[in-house]
Nanobody, 125 residues
Framework: DVQLQASGGELVQPGGSLRLSCAAS????????IGWFRQAPGKEREGVAS????????LYADSVKGRFTISSDPAKNTVYLQMNSTKPEDTAVYYC??????????????????WGQGTQVTVSS
C-alpha cells in the first residue's frame, strides 16, 4: 500500500525554525516527485514546495522562497521541509503528496496522485 506519513509539526514562535518529514512507502520513490502543501483555516489548500526525485528539480511557492528548503533522502525514502524565519501566516496543516514522473514539476494539487495525512504547524508567540 502507498503510504505518505507527514510529521514534525508543532508550535513555533515567529522567526523560529521547524523541520517537517514525509516518509514514503509502497511505491518507487525515485520515480516520483514529493510535494508539500498546506491548508490554513478557511482557505484553500496550496502548494509550498516540491522535489522531483527523478531529476532533482525543485520548485517553491513565492511565499516561501528564501525561507523554506525542501530536500530528499532516498536512502530513507523521506523528503524534508526545513522551515526558517517562520511567520504567523505559515500556520496551517501541512500535507505531503506524490506525483508520478511529472513532465513538468508543479504545485498543482490535481497533479499529485497520493496524499498523506497532515501535520499541524502553528506559528505564534
Amino acid at each position: 500500500d502507498v503510504q505518505l506519513q507527514a510529521s514534525g509539526g508543532e508550535l513555533v514562535q515567529p522567526g523560529g525554525s521547524l523541520r517537517l518529514s514525509c516518509a514514503a512507502s509502497g511505491f518507487q520513490f525515485d520515480a516520483y516527485a514529493i510535494g508539500w502543501f498546506r491548508q490554513a483555516p478557511g482557505k484553500e489548500r496550496e502548494g509550498v514546495a516540491s522535489f522531483d526525485n527523478y531529476d532533482g528539480k525543485i520548485l517553491y511557492a513565492d511565499s516561501v522562497k528564501g525561507r523554506f528548503t525542501i530536500s530528499s533522502d532516498p536512502a530513507k525514502n523521506t523528503v524534508y521541509l526545513q522551515m526558517n524565519s517562520t511567520k504567523p501566516e505559515d500556520t496551517a496543516v501541512y500535507y505531503c503528496a506524490a506525483s508520478w514522473g511529472p513532465a513538468v514539476l508543479t504545485l498543482e494539487l490535481r497533479d499529485y496522485e497520493y496524499w498523506g495525512q497532515g501535520t499541524q504547524v502553528t506559528v505564534s508567540s
